[in-house]
Nanobody, 114 residues
């Protein structure tokens, strides 16, 4: 399976972006999808994930500003990012965990200008 992400770009601080990611084929009904990010010089970190049952987990730094959602029928996951801050700038990676087998998307750049 491959993950294709889209929606990154340049936005001013306080603005919004929406990232989307689609799996190239049907995936196991029990899985976790979501988003990680990696800023220059930093480790990749969890942003938000959502299980096929709708259980979510967010990084503390994005709670209340970001919302992760998914469409199980279409094998897609999205990330709505509001009130963006310069510290949110990073390459965002789509993530899929199927019974312990992890797949990463190619990454999409998010740049936030102050």
């Amino acid at each position: 399976v491959q993950l294709q992400a889209s929606g990154g770009g340049l936005v001013q601080a306080g603005g919004s972006l929406r990232l989307s990611c689609a799996a190239s084929q049907n995936i196991f009904s029990s899985n976790v999808m979501g988003w990680y990010r990696q800023a220059p010089g930093k480790q990749r970190e969890l942003v938000a994930i959502i299980s096929s049952g709708g259980i979510t987990k967010y990084a503390d730094s994005v709670k209340g500003r970001f919302a992760v959602s998914r469409d199980n029928a279409k094998n897609t996951v999205s990330l709505q990012m509001n009130s963006l801050k310069p510290e949110d700038a990073a390459v965002y990676y789509c993530y899929l965990n199927q019974r312990g087998s992890i797949t990463w998307g190619q990454g999409t750049q998010v740049t936030v200008s102050s």
